[in-house]
């Protein structure tokens, strides 16, 4: 974020800068995307990983036996 407050900073000399909606979603964005790694557990997301596995593989035997 302070990259692209410096990149303002600098092309403000070249052009006008207006700092609109999009400025305000980059900060959304940012904290959206702290909040998500804040809240993000390798762990969990590896478990329900195999238990989808076991399920599918499950499920294909299931298919397979005859009737």
């Given at each position: 974020?302070?990259g ?10 070249y ?6 909606l ?5 900060w959304a ?6 909040a998500?790694q804040?809240s993000?557990?390798?762990?969990q997301?590896?478990?329900r990983i ?14 397979e036996e005859?009737?």
């Amino acid at each position: 974020m302070v990259g692209v407050l410096v990149a303002l900073v600098k092309i403000a000399d070249y052009a006008t800068v207006i700092p609109g909606l999009a400025l305000f979603v980059l900060w959304a964005l940012v904290f959206i995307l702290a909040a998500m790694q804040a809240s993000f557990d390798p762990h969990q997301v590896w478990a329900r990983i195999e238990w989808a596995e076991h399920s599918a593989r499950r499920a294909d035997r299931m298919a397979e036996e005859p009737s």
